[in-house]
C-alpha cells in the first residue's frame, strides 16, 4: 500500500481531530503533498497542498482551522484539524497534487480514506 490515511473518527464540532498519511515511494517524496475531503454526493476536493519546502496552501474554508504538514524523513503528511463544523465531515484522502490548489492532476491510486464525522 503507497497511501495509508488514518486518524478520522466522530468528535463533536468544535473538536479536533489528526489525520496522518503514511506513504511509500518517490513519487511522494518528490513532489507536492495535498489532503483531499468527499462528502456524501459531492466531488472530490483538495483542500491543503504542502511543497517539499514546505509552503503550504489551503483553501477559505478550512483556512485558519486546519494546518498541514509533512516530515520528508518519515514520509508522512499531516493534518491538524481544529474548530471542527459538521460541514467538515466527509471520506478524507492523501494524494500527491500535480499543479496549483485550482488546477491539478493526481494519480490514480487514492488509497482507502479515513472517515471525520462531526456531531452538532
Known amino acids: 500500500v503507497q497511501l495509508q490515511a488514518s486518524g478520522g473518527g466522530l468528535v463533536q464540532a468544535g473538536g479536533s481531530l489528526t489525520l496522518s498519511c503514511a506513504t511509500s515511494g518517490s513519487i511522494y517524496r518528490n513532489n507536492a503533498m495535498g489532503w483531499f475531503r468527499q462528502a456524501p454526493g459531492m466531488q472530490r476536493e483538495l483542500i491543503a497542498r504542502?511543497?517539499?519546502?514546505?509552503?503550504?496552501v489551503y483553501v477559505d474554508s478550512v483556512k485558519g482551522r486546519f494546518t498541514i504538514s509533512r516530515d520528508n524523513a518519515k514520509n508522512t503528511v499531516t493534518l491538524q484539524m481544529n474548530s471542527l463544523r459538521p460541514e467538515d465531515t466527509a471520506l478524507y484522502y492523501c494524494n500527491v497534487v500535480w499543479g496549483t490548489m485550482s488546477s491539478y492532476r493526481s494519480p490514480p491510486s487514492w488509497g482507502q480514506g479515513t472517515q471525520v464525522t462531526v456531531s452538532s
Open positions: 504542502v511543497t517539499q519546502l514546505h509552503t503550504t
